[in-house]
């Protein structure tokens, strides 16, 4: 049974572009239980892990998605035509985090946070989507508000914003450093 | 609170460490002139900068992604306690990496001298005598410290990010072929609500002078509207935001079509795209769009 619905959902998985969601199998699969989907999902993605595959599932953003091995980044790129994906500077990787662990935040917070005007590094997540403007905080000149996006999770790799180390799991990676 | 460290160089006492305050920069060891580094690597050093600053002082600023960054570099070159910062020394240390620069540029710098500033006001609160301690346990350094805490989490989860970042750039998923528009330029910026909201207020602003009309009974629909909307962008493939809906004549018209194109952007049926910031907002069909009617 399970196997059946793993081959069912490596199906699903392999025609989504965007991570498929839990939410989204109940809606394409209301008669199966989240209880049948779980383990079979698991199931999936060991199989992959397990095989010598050049792709394997990963759990970004909520949802599941295919994706290659990172031995088959040449081949790929050269497929695609892209020399290398574009990384971002340290000016904006910084407000980035900045962004992601105050959230939600104003530009003048996180200026605050950096010591630095941040006004350039945000338009340029903002354009990178990495961050959203979610409202206006209610405080005097109303500023706008920020905080990540999904697709902050997909190009950490991650699942969750929960996934990112906490602030106890910083504080021990920075004496790790200074060790 | 013991004080352990005395002496700010100030313009009244020059540090001896500091060759003199009319002196030219020249005598300094600074291997390039600060004035030729090109702006763009100001703009966006290289990660990584900061570790190549064990150099002494023939770093420049600019390595530094500000003055928290410089500050923490000194408090690990210095191996101080973050939670007991030696004001003095901290300051005397940060105005000698300032003293270099032989010109500040004010619009990249200032937030330098302001940190400079408010170490120096940190001291003259712990040095000044006051007749009642005003609150005896706070430390005027405490709040600095807080901040300097803060940030180096924040340059920590940087390193963090740096190295999924770098993970994530040898994989690929399918998503990455589906761009948007794929032929059309990485530059150009999906604008967000706020910016087309932002845009027909500054068109009805505009329109507020023009005098007032008589007011036809007309029977609008928005499904007729976004028909419209539709024929025209195929027939001229984009629209000018702004230039179509000041179009209109009334009012009423002109908001039922601001909906009806947030409605289109919504359905993602349209795009809207600024091209550079502070251009004009484009309105354009999605090109998947064309490709789901053909399935149909």
């Known amino acids: 049974m399970t196997e059946n619905m793993s081959r069912i959902l490596e199906a699903l998985i392999f025609i989504s572009v965007e991570p498929l969601t839990a939410a989204k199998i109940a809606e394409v699969l209301p008669e199966v239980s989240p209880e049948e989907i779980e383990p079979a999902l698991r199931d999936l993605v060991a199989q992959y892990e397990a095989s010598d595959r050049a792709i394997r599932i990963v759990q970004t953003a909520g949802g599941y998605v295919f994706s290659t091995k990172p031995e088959f980044d040449p081949p790929v790129r050269k497929l695609l035509q892209i020399e290398r994906k574009k990384k971002l500077s340290g000016q904006a990787l910084e407000a980035l985090s900045a962004v992601a662990y105050h959230q939600p935040v104003t530009q003048a917070e996180i200026a605050a946070i950096r010591g630095v005007d941040s006004s350039y590094s945000l338009h340029t997540l903002l354009e990178n989507k990495l961050i959203k403007i979610v409202g206006r905080k209610d405080a005097p000149g109303r500023p706008l508000l920020y905080r990540t996006t999904e697709k902050f999770l997909t190009y950490f790799g991650l699942n969750a914003i929960e996934d990112l180390p906490s602030a106890e799991e910083l504080k021990k990676l920075m004496q790790e450093e200074s060790a | ?296």
């Open chain 2, 1 to 296: 609170m013991p004080i352990d460290d005395h002496q700010i160089p100030g313009p009244g006492a020059p540090d001896p460490r500091i060759p003199g305050g009319e002196a030219p920069a020249a005598e300094l060891v600074l291997p390039a002139p600060p004035s030729e580094t090109p702006p763009a690597a100001l703009a966006a050093p290289a990660i990584g900068s900061s570790a190549r600053a064990e150099e002494g002082y023939q770093i420049r600023l600019g390595m530094f992604e500000g003055p928290l960054d410089l500050l923490l570099f000194l408090i690990k070159k210095k191996k101080i306690d973050i939670q007991d910062i030696p004001i003095a020394i901290i300051t005397r240390e940060y105005l000698e990496y300032l003293s270099h620069k032989e010109r500040i540029n004010l619009d990249r710098e200032a937030e330098f001298l302001l940190m400079a500033a408010l170490l120096i006001y940190i001291k003259s609160q712990i040095l000044l005598p006051r007749e009642q301690p005003v609150e005896p346990d706070i430390d005027p350094r405490k709040e600095l410290v807080d901040r300097l805490v803060d940030f180096q989490r924040i340059k920590a989860a940087v390193g963090v990010l740096r190295e999924r970042e770098e993970e994530q750039s040898q994989v690929w998923r399918r998503a990455a072929l589906t761009a948007p528009l794929p032929e059309a330029d990485l530059d150009l910026i999906e604008v967000s609500l706020f910016d087309l909201a932002e845009s027909f207020f500054t068109m009805l602003q505009r329109r507020q002078g023009e005098s007032l009309q008589v007011i036809q009974g007309k029977e609008l629909s928005m499904d007729d509207k976004m028909d419209e909307i539709v024929a025209l962008l195929k027939e001229h493939d984009f629209l000018d935001f702004l230039e179509y809906l000041g179009a209109h004549d009334s009012l009423e018209e002109a908001l039922l079509a601001f909906f009806c194109l947030l409605e289109l952007i919504k359905a993602r049926l349209v795009v809207a795209i600024q091209e550079q910031l502070f251009h004009t907002i484009k309105v354009w069909l999605r090109k998947e769009t064309s490709f789901a009617k053909v399935n149909e």
